[in-house]
Nanobody
Framework: QVKLVESGGGSVQAGGSLRLSCTAS????????LGWFRQALGKEREFIAM????????DYANSVKGRFTISRDNGQNTVYLQMNSLKPEDTAVYYC????????????????WGQGTQVTVSS
């Protein structure tokens, strides 16, 4: 069973930056791709970014391209989400997610979830 634990959320003013971290533990059948999703109040959970197990491939939602950067440190079993130029509309609970599919995962193929961390951006 894979366990994902996020940290680094908080409150920031618009234009500011935050870095989220997520540490993975437990056993997996295959290599673990990692991603970030978010859910704003009253909205559905949406895909934000993902990075393959070896770090060779990344993908981002259009809404965060150029502002957010996903990276990982496999030695620390940790994935990061650097968030710059934050906007009030980035306010949400951010979830770390994992996928063990053999190919590059699609958003619906993430099936391991962390507990979430709140990010609040004020104007």
């Amino acid at each position: 069973q894979v366990k994902l634990v996020e940290s680094g959320g908080g409150s920031v003013q618009a234009g500011g930056s935050l870095r989220l971290s997520c540490t993975a533990s437990g056993r997996t059948k295959n290599n673990l791709h990692l991603g970030w999703f978010r859910q704003a109040l009253g909205k559905e959970r949406e895909f934000i970014a993902m990075i393959t197990w070896n770090g060779r491939n990344t993908d981002y939602a259009n809404s965060v391209k150029g502002r957010f950067t996903i990276s990982r440190d496999n030695g620390q079993n940790t994935v990061y989400l650097q968030m710059n130029s934050l906007k009030p509309e980035d306010t949400a609970v951010y979830y770390c997610a994992g996928s063990e599919v053999l190919a590059i995962p699609l958003p619906y193929e993430f099936d391991h979830w962390g507990q979430g961390t709140q990010v609040t951006v004020s104007s």
